[in-house]
């Protein structure tokens, strides 16, 4: 992977896409992901995640702030005092780097602007997702520099996810997915689940080779995944037990 900025309306679902490259690539990710921040179970803004961070007090820092229902404030001291100086950190290490995603306040910040420059100059592999409207501003930026621009709508994806959420027993999923995936990819997503629910249990690598014949590659991708993905496993997890609780 070269240096890629992926433009996107569709924050969430760019989102996903990205931690789906990042897991592909050999070596774990550095960089850093924007995650909600929910107080009382609601979503008060969003704070930075930094892949990999060494100092737990320095991770999940609130950026943005939810005054109302219509008025939201970023806080520039946290990418410029914060930031900035751990992502610079993270380019001598030669690992690929996930920027998820940059925003208008991290451009208006120098320090952190002046860090993106010199991480798209690097020899690392970067991935940056952005909203459609900040491509031209990341393009001046970027003068001088060819990284590769894609802009994506996740239309195909949205449409198969709202096929999905329309069957409604175990009987059309599976021949739905019968017909929608080869032998081959249908037992791969099985056996991808029944890897990431025995990490979720506890069992190590080699009980979870011998139960579910999965290379140790595979289970490190799920690995990563539970820990450094969007949380859909444990969307999964969540329900499940509660579903067998009662």
Known sequence: MQQLLLFSTHGAKASVLAQSVIRALPLRAVGFRMLPYALAGQTRGELLHFLGAQDPMENDVPCTLRLGRQRTVSIPEV?????????????????????????????????????????????????????????????????????????????????????????????????????????????????????????????????IVEETGASTATISRVNRAIKDGCDGYQIIFDRTEKTEEK
């Open 79 to 207: 990418w410029e005092e914060l930031a900035a100086p751990t992502l610079r950190r993270c380019i001598p290490r030669h690992a690929p780097i996930l920027l998820d995603r940059l925003t208008e306040a991290a451009l208006d910040c120098p320090a952190f602007a002046r860090t993106l420059w010199d991480c798209f100059q690097g020899e690392s592999p970067v991935l940056a997702l952005a909203d459609e409207s900040l491509a031209p501003r990341l393009t001046a930026l970027l003068e001088g520099m060819s990284p590769l621009a894609l802009h994506w709508d996740g239309a195909d994806q949205e449409a198969l996810f709202e096929a999905i959420l329309t069957l409604r027993s175990p009987e059309e999923c599976y021949a739905f997915f019968k017909d929608l995936c080869t032998y081959q990819e249908l037992n791969a997503m099985a056996q991808r689940l029944q890897v990431a629910k025995m990490l979720h249990e506890g069992h190590v690598f080699h009980e």
